[in-house]
């Protein structure tokens, strides 16, 4: 990895380990993922599930959504998205009905009034749930209704009190109507192929399911892209319901083939508990000609460049195209490449110009800002397991291009003990823990092989190529193939950069001295072992400068080479106390002849120290200025 990348690494592992800290979160701990669900034998109603990566053979509990108007008409899931480091679900829910149309209250706690035709966007508060669920349901899996279903009662078909009653925090905060989203036209509705990614807390991404053989029943003339998917942002302007910022939907007419279309944007907030706007800011149009059918997106917010936008794959059949929308310039961000899109190979670290590649789901390390790309084996003819693809992106602001690294590519191997139904392992449906390094994928099972309808978890570890079978028949799930329905979250305990003693997200002359006075100190704190030596000595100063920092001793002012200004730093402090910056390099708490010879021996390092008789030589010369100093 490049320093700049490390660096980039360090530099958003604080950030997001700042923001974990900062929350309100007390509980969960660990790894976490959230499974959106159209109905199920576990709810209900549509619903999201959530599983602990620490064991995912049984989830630990499942929040179903509110009802829309009335006890026989609940919320329609269509997508989901997640805060990686709070756990914070974002849920689009379809809301079926004539558009723009206000239901009058029914009482409900999240729904007093209700905006047909939209989609309704709901916050459920993982750590509210957890915390409940840990104290006072005995941590057994368990259904959460924030309301009475008038089918079956509550929770699970009419057994047992329901827990939000008994936690009335629940209903009011633990899951939220935060907002209602235009979707473009009234008889598109958003329910299959939309997609919601996450930018921060005051940003959301949605594509809209768009479909130009759904106007008038008229075609795309290949020339205007009208009827494309949109790509809305979606924005909190309050974070209380203020009539004073709440953002009125406006409506556009557009023309498509002839036809004249309503186009709606802006938001409905109609019992609303935030203020959320939407606004269109361009189309997918990655086809060039006819309509786009995105299959997959995913957000990045590069916190070096400042660029932030959403990863989008289109589906070709083979050679699925992948483009990064700026929302910076809402357009399409060029790559060094000369083009602004690539085209997905199958094993593009063999053959990239093959363009037989078909993606399931592409993903976004949040650390790095590298492509994950889950690469269908249903295509392959023979079909085959599927692989991830990862492309190493290094820089997002290259003179306003994108600057690819390396490919990589790992396969699952479906060969593993226990798989009740002996199919290809599905790879629709992963989700990337970016603190270890693992794609996750839920496999659902055919039944008709030997599979119960229950499907499997299955991990492949990206470092390693391993892949595990981690729990069998743990869920039963109704979910599509296009949108987002999965999630990977992560709270607390994010790994911090290596030697970063003071927590700033970079390796700096602080941490050396907060290093040096551990080892004058005699500290036995693990985490100043760098060498794994079970002591904290000058070999854990060697360690921290010639291999976290990437540089040698000697480097006083640490700018990776040891020269002049170094011996001269040095001689300033020569004879007497200093800390590494002043010439110590041994951490004795002395600058002295050791650290002279230290610094003789890598004098030129710049990558490469000189050979031994020039360091010699300069250890002579030194000792001769410093002792005619001395006198």
Do not use: C
């Amino acid at each position: 990895m490049t320093t700049a990348r490390m660096l980039q690494t360090a530099l958003v592992t604080a950030l997001l380990t700042g923001a974990a800290q900062a929350g309100t979160i007390s509980g969960p701990q660990g790894g976490f993922i959230a499974v959106g669900d159209i109905g199920n034998a576990t709810a209900t109603r549509d619903a999201v599930t959530f599983y602990s990566t620490m064991d995912l053979s049984t989830p630990i509990f499942t929040v179903a959504l509110p009802f829309e108007t009335d006890t026989s008409n609940y919320e329609d899931f269509s997508n989901l998205t997640v805060n990686p480091t709070t756990g914070d679900v974002y849920v689009l829910a379809f809301d079926s009905g004539t558009s723009g149309n206000v239901v009058p209250s029914t009482g409900f706690a999240n729904n007093q009034n209700d905006t047909e035709g939209d989609s309704d966007l709901y916050r459920i508060n993982f750590a509210d749930f957890y915390n409940d669920w840990a104290a006072n349901q005995g941590g057994q899996y368990v259904t959460y209704y924030t309301q009475t279903d008038g089918f079956f009662g509550d929770p699970i078909f009419g057994s047992g009190p329901n827990p939000v009653l008994a936690n009335p925090t629940l209903a009011s905060s633990g899951i939220q109507k935060i907002g209602e989203v235009a979707t473009s036209r009234a008889f598109t509705p958003a329910i299959f192929n939309s997609s919601i990614a996450f930018i921060d807390e005051n940003t959301l991404v949605m594509l809209d399911n768009d479909s130009p053989t759904l106007v008038g029943g008229l075609g795309d003339d290949g020339n205007n892209f009208e009827g494309d998917h949109e790509i809305r942002v979606l924005s909190r302007v309050a974070t209380s319901n203020d009539p004073s910022q709440q953002v009125t939907a406006t409506t556009n007419t557009i023309n498509i083939n002839g036809v004249d279309v309503t186009e709606f944007e802006g938001g409905y907030e109609e019992g609303t508990t935030e203020v959320w706007s939407s606004s269109i800011v361009g189309r997918v149009q990655g086809d060039g000609t006819g309509s786009s059918e995105p299959t997959t997106m995913f957000a990045y917010n590069d916190p070096i460049s400042g660029v932030k936008g959403i990863w989008i794959v289109e589906d070709d059949g083979d050679g699925d195209q992948v483009r990064f929308f700026d929302l910076g310039t809402n357009s399409y961000r060029p790559f060094t490449t000369g083009s602004d899109s690539f085209i997905l190979d199958e094993d593009p670290t063999i053959d990239p110009l093959s363009n037989d590649g078909n993606a399931d789901r592409i993903m976004v390390n949040p650390l790095t800002g590298d492509l994950l790309i889950s690469e269908s084996g249903f295509f392959n003819s023979p079909q085959e397991e599927p692989s991830v693809i990862t492309r190493e992106v290094l820089n997002y602001d290259l003179g306003g291009e994108i600057l690819f690294g390396a490919w990589g590519i790992e396969q699952i191997d479906g060969a593993q003990p226990g798989d009740d139904d002996g199919v290809i392992t599905d790879g629709r449906y992963p989700v990337y823990d970016f603190v270890n390094d693992i794609v996750y994928f839920f496999d659902r099972d055919d039944f008709t092989n030997g599979g119960s309808f229950d499907g499997d978890w299955w991990a492949l570890d990206m470092t390693t190529g391993q892949t595990t079978l981690v729990a069998t028949d743990a869920g039963n799930f109704q979910i599509f193939n296009q949108g987002s329905y999965m999630g990977f979250f992560h709270i607390g305990g994010l790994p911090g950069l290596l030697g970063d003693f003071d927590g700033s997200g970079d390796l700096t002359i602080a941490d050396v001295d907060l290093l040096v006075a551990a080892i004058l100190g005699g500290s036995v704190d693990g985490q100043f072992d760098l060498d794994g030596l079970n002591g904290v000595d000058s070999g854990d100063l060697a360690e921290w400068v010639e291999v976290l920092f990437g540089s040698a001793l000697g480097d006083a002012n640490l700018d990776f080479e040891v020269d002049l200004i170094d011996l001269s730093l040095l001689a300033t402090n020569f004879d007497g106390p200093g800390g590494y910056g002043d010439g110590d390099f041994n951490a004795d708490g002395f600058v002295d002849l050791i650290d002279l010879s230290l610094l003789a021996t890598n004098f030129g390092f710049d990558g490469t120290p000189l050979p031994e008789p020039t360091g010699l030589a300069l250890l002579g010369l030194g000792a001769a200025l410093l002792t005619r100093r001395s006198a």
